[in-house]
């Protein structure tokens, strides 16, 4: 019948990463694709939407992660 609720997500959103416009800085023009680190807690229990290209997964999810995300989906 599918998998359970998971408790660890309970109450979070899905936080799309262009919501957050300080830290677009060169060489990437905007924070849709996360290269770029966030504001410290921008995604505070949230999970990250963050547009795939330009850099690496793991990058993405290091910038996420250390802005709070419980999770990404790129």
């Known amino acids: 019948s599918g998998p359970g609720p998971s408790p660890a997500l309970n109450g979070a ?6 919501a957050d416009a300080s830290s677009s800085t060169p060489p990437y023009s905007d924070s849709r694709q996360g290269c770029n680190a966030f ?6 229990g949230d999970v990250a939407l963050i547009q795939r290209g330009t850099c690496s997964f793991v990058i993405k999810v ?12 790129v």
């Open 62 to 73: 290091n910038n996420a992660a250390a802005a709070g995300a419980l999770g990404v989906l």
């Open 39 to 44: 504001p410290a807690n921008f995604f505070a």
């Open 13 to 18: 959103r899905l936080l799309w990463a262009a």
